[in-house]
């Protein structure tokens, strides 16, 4: 069982970078843009840096949003769908309530 687990963890770690590398990249990318902008104009407001960073951000999640939904969606109906396979079928033989339930 702790084996499943680990491993639906280390798919979940998995899957949230990769999901999120697009938006940290939009992120990283604008905040280059922004130092330039603010050294071409002469501007030391940090104001202007967080603005196009959260502009850029938020065009990058409405552009691949649907497919992090989506993915996400995917995963979780995955792993509820393997909830069985945590239960051993050796100690539902064992298990006096069910035995008292047979005729």
Request: contains cysteine; charged residues 20%.
């Amino acid at each position: 069982m702790n084996e499943l687990i680990e491993f639906a963890t280390r798919e979940a770690a998995g899957l949230i970078v990769t999901l999120l590398l697009p938006v940290l990249a939009a992120a990283a990318g604008s905040a280059i843009v922004a130092g330039w902008v603010g050294s071409a104009l002469g501007v030391r407001d940090g104001m202007l840096g967080q603005c196009i960073r959260t502009v850029a951000v938020v065009l990058t999640l409405a552009l691949v949003g649907e497919q992090l939904a989506a993915t996400t969606t995917q995963y979780a109906r995955a792993g509820w769908g393997s909830l069985a396979d945590l239960h051993d079928e050796d100690e539902s033989e064992d298990d006096p309530v069910e035995a008292e339930g047979e005729p």
